[in-house]
């Protein structure tokens, strides 16, 4: 089961990095670039714990599950939803933040000696053997990533609410919030030392985010004069 749940993850994340950044090349949008960076540590992680649980953890292997899939997934799209959604200021601040947190939280990781011996199991539980401050900090990014990528999906979908047309946008980003959450509620149990829990909180938040994203990517009628039948408009892609 976990495997599945790790090739899942690994897909549909994958997926949607793929998407995202696509979307970057053709537009060069700081969010999205921020965005797919997030979204390929995502992928990162539920492809270190694929081959983790076909019988090859190793520390190092661990530790990049851990840090891309239990701290950092969340205040990288947090990142991207403020490039997004707040003065260019704020988030370059965060930014700078972001950049210490992230060189902290590897340093600390990979400074707590994991071994071999430690993750001599399916998945590897990070509470027996990871200091309490590594732990600490996957609950905070999470904790700090979540509210603003939640928060501005919702402030965002709740403006097209009224939309008829832009109904499929408010639809995506619904399911992108929840997405998040469910992907978000892996620090907390990377934090309790559930890795199975992580697991299966990373499968199902990258399937939902990318519903979401699909769903909000949907084809738009443009708007046409009275008495005439609207056209298809072009995907957002």
């Not at 071994?115 to 700090?144: K, S």
């Not at 998040?180 to 299966?200: D, H, I, Q, T």
Request: positive net charge.
């Amino acid at each position: 089961m976990q495997a599945l749940l790790a090739a899942v993850a690994t897909l549909a994340s994958g997926a949607f990095a793929v998407s995202v950044l696509a979307q970057y090349r053709r537009r060069r949008r700081p969010y999205q670039l921020a965005w797919g960076v997030s979204l390929l540590m995502f992928a990162a992680a539920s492809l270190a714990l694929t081959v983790g649980v076909a019988g090859h953890w190793t520390p190092v292997v661990f530790e990049s599950y851990y840090l891309f899939g239990g701290i950092l997934t969340a205040p990288w799209l947090a990142l991207g939803t403020l490039f997004l959604l707040a003065r260019r200021p704020v988030a370059l601040g965060y930014l700078a933040v972001l950049a210490v947190f992230t060189a902290a939280a590897a340093v600390l990781l990979f400074a707590a000696h994991v071994t071999a011996a430690d993750v001599a199991r399916e998945v590897p539980e990070g509470r027996d053997f990871l200091p309490v401050v590594v732990r600490v900090m996957a609950v905070v990014g999470n904790i700090a990533g979540t509210v603003i990528v939640v928060g501005g999906a919702l402030v965002s979908g709740l403006a097209l609410r009224h939309n008829r047309r832009l109904r499929a946008r408010f639809q995506g980003n619904l399911l992108i919030a929840a997405g998040v959450l469910l992907a978000a509620s892996g620090g907390a149990f990377a934090f309790l030392g559930r890795s199975g829990g992580l697991a299966a909180a990373l499968a199902l938040g990258a399937a939902v985010m990318y519903a979401g994203f699909r769903r909000a990517s949907a084809p738009i009628a443009a708007p046409a004069p009275a008495g005439t039948v609207p056209p298809a408009a072009e995907a957002t892609g």
